[in-house]
């Protein structure tokens, strides 16, 4: 069976195609909001302290007993101490 040329498909296959891209867009769209937690909601908590959190990295897990309770945003050097925002 030879192939069609695009330009000469019915519209509906050409609308088919460009709803099948389209969600294909969206999922990997959704993918990346998931994994950059696009959707939650949290409030911002900064410590002020002399030296902890100096290690700590970026993302790095906050635990409460071992259970994780929130993530490192930033830690910055606040003149004698650290300043170190979490969520």
Do not use: C, H
Not at 3 to 14: D, F, G, I, Y
Not at 25 to 45: E, M, N, P, Q, R
Not at 54 to 71: F, H, S, T, Y
């Amino acid at each position: 069976m030879p192939r069609t040329p695009v330009l000469e498909r019915p519209a509906s296959q050409k609308i088919l195609g460009a709803a099948f891209m389209a969600l294909i867009l969206f999922f990997l769209w959704i993918t990346y909001a998931f994994f950059t937690k696009a959707f939650v909601d949290y409030d911002t908590v900064t410590l002020k302290t002399d030296t902890t959190g100096v290690n700590l990295p970026q993302n790095a897990d906050i635990k409460l007993r071992g259970m994780i309770v929130g993530e490192v945003r930033s830690v910055s050097p606040d003149g004698d101490g650290v300043k170190l925002d979490s969520a």
